[in-house]
């Protein structure tokens, strides 16, 4: 891009540079400040205005760090009444000044403030001031992250962890923080989320001595693959700000197809010598049994009578009456 200036010197500079950096070198009567105030107050930045230039115009533009630059508002440079105003920005005259007015900063807001003369073809930067927007500091003094010892294979489960201490007699900021866990892997330009959650405070442990730090630990498991490999960062966000830990890295070892068929052999041994050894156990209680029957000696009783006499066949019909009686009488 090249800018005309009063003096009828060009200056040629990339267009993307002409608002941060070298548009400086090319106005010599630019004013440049930096200013800071706190998150919620109002500020007014002010631009001289030369009335007797009938033919140019003010413009307010604001640049923050990866937003295209922003036109707030502007006016003629000869007295004009007309007010832009947005929800949170207004700009106006007042006597030799053209004037932006920025309500309920936030910090969202810090960046680069140019008030930019137009004058035809003619670019003019008046002044440039950076605007800092100061907020309460964080009360975390430390976040710690503890990698996996054990190597990981696809499927197993793995649980991350988080402390984060913070000073709880140092509080600044009102509500509780948010944790978030992002993954970069090794083909990813920008890290992406993978989980989140809120403070619920059952994370938390306090410490019985008064100046000690108060320590929060956060977990995050997920059965893991192949895909999953990379480095796992806890980011804490509080105060307006996202404090990052120090990174967990997680490798993924994958199974090698080797590795595979000596572990399907082994396991196919193994099933071979357990069925062989049932056969073996088998046919040894079968021998075992069959040798035991075949010792065994059976035996039976032989009883021989003599032929019975005379009074040995009456003492016998004696004894089969009374059975007799006796089981009649037995009966009745």
Same mark, same amino acid.
């Given at each position: 891009m090249t800018?005309?200036?009063?003096?009828?010197?060009?200056?040629?500079?990339?267009?993307?540079?002409?608002i941060?950096? =070298?548009?400086?070198?090319?106005?010599?009567d630019?004013?440049f400040?930096t200013?800071?105030?706190?998150?919620?107050?109002d500020?007014?930045?002010?631009?001289?205005?030369?009335?007797?230039?009938?033919?140019?115009a003010?413009?307010?533009?604001?640049?923050? #760090?990866g937003n295209l630059?922003?036109?707030l508002?502007?006016t003629?440079?000869?007295?004009?009444d007309?007010?832009? !105003? =947005?929800?949170?920005?207004t700009?106006?005259?007042e006597?030799g000044?053209?004037l932006?007015? /920025?309500?309920k900063?936030?910090?969202?807001d810090?960046?680069?403030?140019?008030?930019?003369?137009?004058?035809?073809?003619? @670019? =003019?930067?008046?002044k440039?001031?950076f605007?800092? /927007?100061?907020?309460?500091?964080?009360?975390?003094?430390? %976040?710690?992250?503890d990698?996996p010892?054990?190597?990981l294979?696809?499927? $197993? #489960?793995?649980t991350?962890?988080?402390?984060?201490?913070t $000073?709880?007699?140092?509080?600044?900021?009102?509500?509780d923080? #948010?944790?978030?866990?992002?993954?970069? +892997?090794?083909?990813?330009t920008?890290p992406?989320?993978?989980?989140?959650?809120?403070?619920?405070?059952?994370?938390?442990?306090?410490?019985?001595e008064?100046?000690?730090?108060? !320590?929060?630990?956060?977990?995050?498991?997920k059965?893991?693959?192949?895909?999953?490999? +990379?480095?796992?960062?806890?980011?804490?966000?509080?105060? +307006?700000?996202?404090l990052?830990?120090?990174g967990?890295k997680? $490798? %993924?070892?994958?199974?090698? @197809?080797q590795?595979?068929?000596?572990?399907?052999?082994? @396991?196919?041994?193994?099933?071979?010598?357990?069925?062989?050894?049932?056969?073996v156990? =088998?046919?040894l209680?079968y021998? @075992?049994?069959?040798?035991?029957?075949d010792?065994l000696?059976?035996?039976?009783?032989t009883?021989?009578? !003599?032929?019975?006499?005379?009074?040995?066949?009456?003492?016998?019909?004696?004894?089969?009456g009374?059975?007799?009686?006796s089981d009649?009488a037995?009966?009745?």
């Open positions: 800018l005309p200036l009063d003096s009828g010197q060009l200056c040629t500079v990339p267009a993307v540079e002409v941060v950096t =070298t548009m400086q070198r090319c106005t010599d630019l004013i400040e200013k800071t105030v706190g998150v919620g107050d500020v007014t930045l002010k631009c001289p205005r030369q009335t007797s230039e009938y033919g140019a003010l413009f307010w533009i604001r640049l923050v #760090s630059p922003e036109v508002g502007g003629l440079s000869i007295d004009y007309g007010v832009n !105003k =947005t929800p949170r920005f700009t106006k005259q006597p000044t053209f932006v007015v /920025i309500s900063t936030q910090r969202s810090t960046g680069g403030y140019y008030c930019v003369k137009v004058d035809q073809l003619h @670019m =003019t930067f008046l440039a001031t605007l800092r /927007i100061k907020g309460p500091e964080p009360d975390i003094t430390a %976040i710690i992250q990698p010892s054990d190597p294979h696809p499927g $197993d #489960s793995v991350l962890q988080c402390s984060v201490f $000073d709880s007699n140092n509080k600044t900021c009102p509500g923080h #948010s944790v978030f866990w992002f993954r970069a +892997g090794s083909d990813e920008h992406s989320v993978v989980y989140a959650r809120g403070n619920s405070g059952d994370e938390c442990e306090r410490s019985r008064a100046l000690a730090p108060q !320590k929060c630990v956060y977990s995050f498991s059965n893991v693959d192949s895909s999953d490999a +990379g480095t796992y960062y806890c980011a804490v966000a509080t105060c +307006g700000e996202i990052f830990g120090d967990a997680l $490798d %993924i070892e994958a199974f090698d @197809m590795d595979l068929k000596t572990v399907n052999i082994v @396991m196919f041994l193994l099933c071979a010598a357990l069925a062989l050894s049932l056969i156990i =088998t046919f209680i021998t @075992m049994k069959k040798r035991d029957e010792s000696v059976y035996s039976a009783p009883f021989s009578r !003599k032929k019975a006499g005379r009074a040995e066949r009456r003492n016998r019909k004696t004894a089969e009374e059975t007799i009686y009649v037995n009966r009745i």
